[in-house]
């Protein structure tokens, strides 16, 4: 390979490290970064698309195919969907997919899981929400329905058990 051809590479890989594109290397393929700015894209529209529901009634063990009410996980499950993510259809199921990550490390998009509620224990999962950003999660029970919360307040902050990226 001529030195010219080698320090033209050099000179593209620099600027696209300099400018914050350091998943394009000199050949143009995408790596991880591309992917994070997709995975980044798609949660916005999951959560949008959610907000939409706010107020939706609750109901225990609501079917997948409505959206008049919803219970946790049949509303992640159909947000989630929309976007070309199928999650299993229970709390427990949906806890085990995708890869843990810290409470600390939470990112929009993230299944955020809970002990809390009459089958709690503190250790078995019992409620989902999806993290929104800035410490809140968007999710449904009881009353009001399909909300907005504060994971580090209350009985949120009591009964946090675990993160999933599905993303």
């Keep these: 390979m001529k030195k010219t051809t080698l320090i033209q590479k050099a000179i593209v890989v620099g600027v696209c490290t300099a400018l914050g594109f350091g998943g394009v290397m000199a050949g143009g393929v995408a790596t ?44 992640t499950k159909y947000i989630f ?5 199928d999650l299993p259809r229970t709390s427990v199921a949906q806890s085990k997919v995708g890869k843990a990550v810290s409470k600390s490390n939470l990112k929009a998009g993230d299944l955020v899981f809970f002990s809390s509620g009459a089958r709690a224990n503190g250790k078995n999962v019992t409620h989902v929400a999806v993290y929104i950003g800035g410490g809140k999660i968007l999710h449904t029970y009881g009353s009001p329905g399909v909300t907005v919360s504060n994971l580090n307040a209350g009985n949120w902050k009591k009964t946090y058990l675990k993160a999933r990226r599905v993303l």
């Design 81 to 85: 969907k929309k976007y070309g993510v």
């Design 32 to 75: 991880p970064t591309a992917q994070a700015a997709s995975a980044s894209s798609t949660a916005s529209n999951i959560i949008s698309f959610g907000k939409k529901f706010m107020g939706t009634p609750y109901r225990f063990g609501a079917s997948t195919s409505t959206t008049r009410y919803f219970d946790c996980s049949s509303f």
